[in-house]
């Protein structure tokens, strides 16, 4: 029996997501510690949504150890600025003022504006595509 054709998946907002679709994973084999959705591939409104809703529910999320929030956030970060969002400033104490600053003004070179996020959006949905047709080809979906 071939384990890799059998994929641990958490079901979010109607889809089956994989544990590389949330923004943190406490135990790759307990779905229940996969915290903060933020990707449905091959749907940018849900996943503009989802990644909204970690932005705002961060501080409410338990489960998460405080030594991991920062790259938490930066990684939620990310993926707000990939997909043309604003993003929030938040203090961690274990951040340093100098270390701060830098953050923010990467956060603030790295905006995209609104003519780029359809544009965005669509190659990411023919990727998306692509990936499933290669996935499907290989038997693996």
């Not at 109607?14 to 903060?36: H, I, M, Q, R, Y």
């Not at 938490?72 to 043309?84: D, E, F």
């Amino acid at each position: 029996m071939n384990k890799s054709k059998f994929v641990k998946t958490k079901r979010v907002d109607g889809c089956d997501l994989p544990s590389s679709a949330f923004a943190f994973v406490g135990d790759p084999e307990n779905p229940a510690t996969w915290k903060l959705p933020i990707s449905f591939r091959g749907d940018e409104r849900r996943t503009r949504n989802h990644i909204k809703n970690a932005l705002v529910r961060f501080d409410e999320v338990k489960g998460i150890p405080h030594e991991a929030r920062q790259s938490v956030w930066l990684v939620i970060c990310g993926a707000a600025i990939a997909h043309g969002l604003q993003v929030p400033h938040k203090d961690f104490a274990t951040t340093s003022p100098d270390h701060r600053a830098s953050l923010q003004a990467e956060v603030a070179a790295q905006q995209i504006n609104e003519d780029q996020t359809a544009a965005i959006a669509q190659a990411i949905a023919e990727a998306d595509a692509l990936s499933d047709k290669m996935l499907r080809k290989l038997g693996l979906q």
